[in-house]
């Protein structure tokens, strides 16, 4: 079973949509939880940081964990076609030990 | 701010040859430098990852290895290249661990 998994895919919804990303994972240690947007062929770019549980809001994005059920969410508010990119969940734990385990992505597509 | 540079773009290569791809980072010091790997419908995959100067951590074991011989450089190389190395691969830099990772735009190899 891999530690993070997320649905692929593919998403398509028209412009001005809400959009609901998730991730779900197993290891109970994870206490720092990332948000990555790429868009094809380029570099993955942060957009969430977040520790622990509990909300945070950035312009149309709201990031989500609930660390009891080990699931976090990306909601995107007003979907523009410029959101059209895989989002990448990501996660770290709190040991020196721990490494950054990401999700395989989840590829949207924001149609005019 | 800091900028973090990948090189070449895009490389392709025959079986056999050797590789060097180069990282660079600029504005900070001593930073984390992670070299990643990701495959088409895989997620991201670490294959290196550096803590200062001559310290290098393997993740996976395979034909690649990496070498930071400045504070803010970073290589991965090759002596011979499989089919199987194909991929697009990303460097990225934290200031610390526990601290998000800023990835590059990235090297997309083709070994053919």
């Known amino acids: 079973q891999k530690e993070v998994e997320q649905d692929p895919g593919p998403l398509s919804v028209p412009e001005g949509a809400i959009v609901s990303l998730n991730c779900t994972y197993s290891?109970?240690?994870?206490?720092?939880f990332m948000w990555y947007r790429q868009y094809s062929r380029k570099g993955p770019e942060l957009l969430m940081y977040t520790y622990s549980s509990g909300n945070k809001e950035d312009g149309r994005f709201t990031a989500q964990v609930d660390k009891s059920s080990k699931y976090i969410s990306l909601f995107i508010r007003d979907s523009q076609p410029s959101d059209s990119a895989t989002y990448l969940c990501a996660m770290l734990g709190e040991t020196s030990g721990s490494r950054l385990t990401f999700g395989e992505g989840t590829q949207l597509t924001v149609n005019p | 701010s800091q900028t973090i540079h990948q090189w070449p773009a895009t490389l392709v290569q025959p079986v056999g040859s050797p590789l060097s791809l180069e990282c660079t980072v600029e504005g900070t010091s001593n930073p984390n430098l992670y070299w990643y790997r990701q495959a088409a419908g895989r997620g991201l995959q670490l294959l290196f990852y550096s803590v200062g100067i001559g310290q290098i951590s393997s993740e996976v074991p395979q034909n690649l290895s990496a070498s930071r011989p400045q504070d803010r450089q970073f290589i991965l190389s090759s002596k011979k290249l499989l089919l199987s190395d194909s991929g697009f691969y990303l460097c990225?830099?934290?200031?610390?661990?526990?601290?998000?990772?800023?990835f590059g735009p990235g090297t997309r190899l083709l070994v053919l």
């Open positions: 990225a830099w934290s200031i610390d661990r526990k601290e998000t990772q800023y």
């Open positions: 290891n109970s240690a994870f206490q720092y």
